[in-house]
């Protein structure tokens, strides 16, 4: 069962998102344009280039939906304007330049949705040297954040769950970012500007920051928050932050910390981050202080908390995927392997898929108890690795 249709329901239902691509890229096309629209879902951000009188479109996503975006374009009149092209960007050649390249692969922080790697990948192969890409400029924004009920995602497994021992799962918890919506009450100060970047000129490398985050109002620190504002346009910004008018209807990031703090108004969180966009691991460490308010030199500072946290902490990675992976392992195939070898090797552009699929069930008896089984496994291997 898929609910991916109803994915797109939600963004094109987002009443804020769409108005927000429609007045950029009514600022930013002009009729001459040639535009990508990349990774182009129902095609929505190509549409509204077309209405705004791009001469042409690229429409680019890796899976079915583009099919779908293809009767959507024929139905609203635009099929002449675009060319579909149904793989990942980075796979894909266009026969020209464009002016303009559009997506919506922000993520809830930023960049973990690929926006950063598919955006340098495109300004350096398929975008004009003056051309530009919506959105051109991100700002990711940290904040102290008092939210008992997510903090609760991390205690659960303190709590002896079904009457068994799950604290080994604590760890794991305590080092995974967690998608959620805040709410203006879930601050306990001002956000700051952890980074201010140009998504298509990072070069994929790591991002990493220090920031000074003031509490403003007594509360409990139970993490760290983490959502983003886009420049799509010179006069166009989109946000999914709680403190704007025009909030998207796209969830935030919440960083646990290992353990509550109580903080009162101007206690200081200092945060260091360090992101990998590509692997999308984060590691967030905090330190907590107070200055002692009789102190007139503001020198005396007392430390509530330190933690260290990180992503690649909460991976779940199998010791066998671990043994295999190490640079001494010496792989062979296991009998699934030899399968898509042999899928692979009858791809040999003689071959018809129908002969394909006989050939892969009798050489392979063990794992296709029927044809059918065997056909649903050359089609997974062809329609990702054949043309
Ligand atoms: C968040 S949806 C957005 C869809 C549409 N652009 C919109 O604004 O409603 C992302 C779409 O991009 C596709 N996608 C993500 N990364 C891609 C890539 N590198 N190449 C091609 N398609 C990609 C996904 O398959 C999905 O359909």
Same mark, same amino acid.
């Given at each position: 069962m898929s609910l991916e249709i109803d994915e797109h329901r939600e963004y094109l239902s987002d009443q804020a998102r769409v108005s927000a691509f429609r007045s950029a890229i009514e600022e930013v096309i002009k009729p001459d344009h040639v535009v990508l629209d990349l990774g182009? +879902?129902? +095609?929505i951000l190509g549409l509204l280039a077309c209405q705004a009188g791009a001469k042409r479109v690229y429409a680019i996503d890796q899976g079915g939906m583009i099919e779908l975006a293809r009767a959507i374009f024929v139905e609203n009149g635009f099929q002449d304007r675009v060319r579909f092209i149904k793989d990942v960007s980075s796979r894909v050649e266009l026969p020209e330049p464009v002016d303009v390249v559009l997506a919506d692969q922000i993520g809830h922080f930023g960049f973990e949705a690929g926006l950063f790697e598919y955006f340098g990948d495109a300004r350096r192969r398929? =975008?004009?040297?003056?051309g530009v890409t919506i959105p051109r400029h991100l700002e990711l924004y940290i904040c102290p954040i008092e939210f008992e009920g997510m903090w609760k995602h991390v205690d /659960?497994?303190?709590?002896?769950?079904? +009457? /068994?021992?799950? @604290?080994?799962?604590r760890s794991l918890a305590a080092n995974t970012g967690y998608p959620v919506k805040f709410n203006?009450?879930? =601050? @306990?100060g001002a956000p700051e500007v952890a980074w201010s970047v140009d998504p298509s000129s990072c070069d994929g490398g790591s991002l990493s920051m220090r920031a000074q985050l003031n509490v403003t109002r007594p509360g409990t620190l139970h993490g760290i928050g983490g959502w983003f504002v886009a420049q @799509?346009?010179?006069?166009v910004t989109m946000s999914n932050s709680? =403190?704007?008018?025009? !909030?998207?209807n796209r969830r935030n990031v919440f960083f646990p910390l290992d353990r509550p703090i109580s903080v009162q108004k101007d206690d200081l969180v200092f945060v260091s981050m360090y992101v990998l966009p590509t692997q999308v691991i984060v590691s967030w460490n905090v330190e907590v202080w107070r200055t002692d308010?009789?102190?007139?030199?503001?020198?005396?500072k007392t430390k509530l908390g330190q933690f260290s946290h990180s992503t690649l902490n909460g991976m779940l990675i199998s010791r066998e995927d671990l043994q295999r992976t190490k640079p001494t392992s010496i792989p062979t195939l296991n009998p699934w392997g030899q399968a898509r070898l042999t899928v692979l090797t009858l791809c040999? +552009?003689? !071959?018809r898929l129908a002969d394909i699929e006989q050939e892969v069930l009798r050489r392979h008896p063990k794992l296709f108890p029927s044809l059918t089984e065997a056909a649903t496994f050359v089609a997974e291997v062809v329609t990702r690795y054949a043309r």
């Open positions: 182009c +879902g129902t +095609g398929f =975008l004009k040297p003056d /659960f497994w303190t709590s002896a769950p079904a +009457g /068994f021992d799950f @604290l080994p799962a203006p009450e879930h =601050l @306990l @799509l346009s010179p006069h709680p =403190l704007v008018a025009q !909030r998207i308010p009789h102190d007139p030199t503001h020198t005396k040999d +552009g003689q !071959r």
